[in-house]
């Protein structure tokens, strides 16, 4: 069954980095697109940035452009996000999700981001 495994996630200041991962399995990770997306506190959910499923296209939202890095591994099942300059207000719960005919989502890792 398809399954999306995020990790990476945790506590850090302000101005510092982390990289999230998403372990795929149960479906060929290089037929379809990708994309990272969050969750804070008492807000709707919302597109983080998508990857195509060559990786030739990446789409970001303004908010994080110039600091978060989504990849791809096809090989390795995975797919990344490198989070750069981190700010209090990147601090949600990150999910990964799978697009296509059926979309699945992953149970998410609480990204914190403290002063």
């Known amino acids: 069954q398809v399954q999306l495994i995020e990790s990476g996630g945790g506590l850090v200041q302000a101005g510092g980095s982390l990289r999230l991962s998403c372990e795929a399995s149960?479906?060929?990770?290089?037929?379809?697109?990708m994309s990272w997306h969050r969750q804070a506190p008492g807000k709707e959910r919302e597109l983080v940035a998508h990857?195509?499923?060559?990786?030739?296209?990446?789409t970001y939202v303004d908010s994080v452009k110039g600091r978060f890095t989504i990849s791809r591994d096809n090989a390795k099942n995975t797919v990344y996000l490198q989070m750069n300059s981190l700010k209090l207000e990147d601090t949600a719960v990150y999910y990964c999700?799978?697009?296509?005919?059926?979309?699945?989502w992953g149970q998410g890792t609480q990204v914190t981001v403290s002063s």
């Open positions: 990857i195509t499923n060559t990786g030739g296209n990446i």
């Open positions: 999700r799978r697009g296509g005919d059926v979309e699945y």
């Open positions: 149960g479906f060929r990770l290089s037929s379809y697109g």
